[in-house]
Structures are given as C-alpha cells and as structure tokens.
C-alpha cells in the first residue's frame, strides 16, 4: 500500500466512483462514466491514482461462515511498551483479518477468523500470546455476525 502518512484530497467526481464501487466492485467503468459525467478511460484512471495512492482497495468480500470459517473472535490486547510492535506482529498471522492500535483499555484489538474454536485455543494462547510485550489478552468470541458491510461511503 501506499504512504498513509500523505492525506489525499478527493473532489467530488471520485468520491461518487468510490461509492459506486462500494456499491458493486464489478460496476463497468462505462457505467460509472455515465453516472459521473466522464469517459471511461476517466474512469479507469481516476480508479487507479485511488488504488495506487491507497484510498482504496478493489477487493472480493466473503462470509467466513459459509467458507468453513465457523469461528470468530475480537482479541483485545494488552501490552507493555509499544503496542504498535504488538500490532505489526499479530498481523502477520493468516487468521488475522483486521488489526488496530487503541487508546482505550485495549491496546491492540485483533479480529481472528478460524475454523474451529481449537485453531482460535492455539492462536491466542500459543502464539499471540508468546509475542514480547503482550501481557493479557481477552477474547471476545463472535456469537452472531448481524452486519459485516464495506459500502460506507466517503463523507
């Protein structure tokens, strides 16, 4: 991904792209031109200075359950010293889908995705919590997903 340390200032015309997108990832980039007042080779450039620069990722999203992903948790983690050396650990575990350092009484909270409640055992208490600095971790098991959506716009 790209630098995020660089803010990137959207007009109009590409934050309407990316909602179309959020809409439906496979929306011809002919269809979005008609929608936004562009051509579609517009189009297509506007959509890959947004992925090249990082605002945006083009991604396949699917339900873990029905993959045979029938364990998900939230780990909140507590560390001593820098948690975001915690953080760049546990995201180097395939389970882990979504890693963020906190201010709160969480330092770095961690969304697992495993197929069964052994794999997430051996997860957390083999492997997060043998990375130096974690000192407790908690975890927060998934008893229903009610809304999992990307489509939230660009305010």
């Given amino acids: 991904?790209?630098?995020?340390?660089?803010?990137?200032?959207?007009?109009?015309?590409?934050?309407?792209?990316?909602?179309?997108?959020?809409q439906d990832g496979r929306r011809p980039y002919a269809d979005i031109g008609r929608a936004v007042g562009l051509s579609e080779a517009a189009v297509r450039q506007r959509v890959q200075r947004l992925t090249d620069s990082g605002v945006m990722q083009i991604v396949a999203v699917t339900d873990p359950r029905q993959l045979g992903f029938a364990r998900m948790a939230m780990i909140g983690i507590r560390t001593s010293g820098d948690p975001r050396e915690v953080a760049e650990a546990v995201k180097a575990f395939d389970e882990i889908a979504y890693v963020v350092v906190t201010l709160g009484t969480f330092d770095v909270l961690a969304e697992?995705?495993?197929?069964?409640?052994?794999?997430?055992?051996?997860?957390?208490?083999?492997r997060v919590r043998a990375i130096p600095g974690v000192e407790h971790t908690e975890s927060l098991i998934?008893?229903?997903?009610?809304?999992d959506f990307y489509n939230w716009g660009t305010r």
């Avoid at 697992?112 to 083999?126: G, N, R």
């Fill in 112 to 126: 697992a995705i495993c197929e069964t409640d052994e794999d997430l055992l051996e997860l957390v208490s083999m």
């Fill in 1 to 22: 991904m790209a630098d995020k340390s660089k803010t990137v200032t959207l007009d109009d015309v590409s934050k309407r792209i990316i909602e179309l997108l959020q």
């Fill in 142 to 147: 998934y008893a229903g997903l009610h809304k």
